[in-house]
T-cell receptor
Framework: RKEVEQDPGPFNVPEGATVAFNCTYS??????FFWYRQDCRKEPKLLMS???SGNEDGRFTAQLNRASQYISLLIRDSKLSDSATYLC???????????FGTGTQLKVEL | NAGVTQTPKFQVLKTGQSMTLQCAQD?????MSWYRQDPGMGLRLIHY???????DQGEVPNGYNVSRSTTEDFPLRLLSAAPSQTSVYFC?????????????FGPGTRLLVL
């Protein structure tokens, strides 16, 4: 089993749609959780951290369920510019080492 | 601030050749790391460093060496390139010990080994 698993997609959605991605992780000792965004042939960039209480940043909402070991990302009112690959990232205890999922590809269409 | 810089952007090597991928950051971050990204796989950690003079192996260290003589620089050396090392290489940096801290990535080096 992969440490961090994501549906690779692609998710093809019309502009304005709401789309949700899930991610599961295997290490119950994981302590930090993130969503990164990666545009084609570019470096990953932090989209948002994920907190136990859930957090929202504009059209983006992230949730963490420690009991079930999954993380979600909800994007409302999708824009063409949201088209990218979204990486689920999990950090273990004791430092900055991160484990990356393979990413979920989102394509927002007119 | 330039952030994290990597050179070269692209490189073609022949099997058996050696080369060094350069990485530098100007944010005074203690933690630096090297990842490789291959299709269908997440970014995999090659080596990392928690400060000048300290390095450690990640998930896929074989065939690579690193050193950290200064806080700013963290070069990755390919000792004898193999086709299996064809990949995109990303260097990243962050503050050490703050698990909620962002990792900043360089633009990547695309390496093709023939």
């Amino acid at each position: 089993r992969k440490e961090v698993e994501q549906d690779p997609g692609p998710f093809n959605v019309p502009e304005g749609a709401t789309v949700a991605f899930n991610c599961t992780y295997s290490n119950s000792a994981s302590q930090s959780f993130f969503w990164y965004r990666q545009d084609c042939r570019k470096e990953p960039k932090l989209l948002m951290s994920v907190y136990s209480s859930g957090n929202e940043d504009g059209r983006f909402t992230a949730q963490l369920n420690r009991a079930s070991q999954y993380i979600s990302l909800l994007i409302r009112d999708s824009k063409l510019s949201d088209s990218a690959t979204y990486l689920c990232v999990v950090g273990g205890g004791g430092g900055n080492k991160l484990t990356f999922g393979t990413g979920t590809q989102l394509k927002v269409e007119l | 601030n330039a952030g994290v810089t990597q050179t070269p952007k692209f490189q073609v090597l022949k099997t058996g050749q050696s080369m060094t991928l350069q990485c530098a950051q100007d944010m005074n971050h203690e933690y630096m790391s090297w990842y490789r990204q291959d299709p269908g796989m997440g970014l995999r950690l090659i080596h990392y460093s928690v400060g000048a003079g300290i390095t450690d192996q990640g998930e896929v260290p074989n065939g690579y060496n690193v050193s950290r003589s200064t806080t700013e620089d963290f070069p990755l050396r390919l000792l004898s390139a193999a086709p299996s090392q064809t990949s995109v290489y990303f260097c990243a940096s962050s503050y050490w010990g703050q698990e909620q801290e962002t990792q900043y990535f360089g633009p990547g080096t695309r390496l093709l080994v023939l």
